[in-house]
């Protein structure tokens, strides 16, 4: 294989483990929500009336953030299966194999950060 094809091969393996990652981090947790409404809260003087609307929308917010990560996440990977099966049409099953132990051991060092 020469250098230029093995350059893109790289990059394009790591793009698809980058995106993967990106597409998995979940939306803040419950505690940290609460704490920064708890705060919110102190600063601004909500009442209880105004908390209790505030937390609602927030609440809100969260679910349609998670279907939005849900969505992408799917997106990412149709499009991710879509370039794996042409990898497959353009590589020999060996070069194949060697892409992938590549892209393993990228994910490897990825989820260690």
């Known amino acids: 294989m ?5 350059s ?3 990059a394009l ?3 698809l483990f980058t995106s993967g990652g990106y ?7 419950a ?4 704490k920064g409404l708890e705060r919110m809260s102190k600063e601004l003087g909500l009442s209880a009336d105004q908390r209790s609307k505030v937390e609602a929308l927030f609440e809100a917010e969260r679910k349609k953030v998670e279907a939005i990560f849900e969505e992408e996440k799917q997106k990412l990977q149709r499009v991710q299966e879509e370039t794996r099966a042409g990898l497959e049409k353009v590589l020999t099953p060996e070069q194949m194999k060697k892409l992938e132990q ?3 051991e990228s994910a490897k060092g990825q989820q260690k950060r």
């Open 102 to 104: 590549k892209m393993k």
């Open 8 to 10: 893109v091969i790289a």
């Open 2 to 6: 020469n250098a230029p094809l093995s």
């Open 31 to 34: 505690a940290d929500s609460k």
């Open 23 to 29: 597409a998995q981090h979940p939306p803040k947790d």
């Open 13 to 15: 393996a790591l793009c």
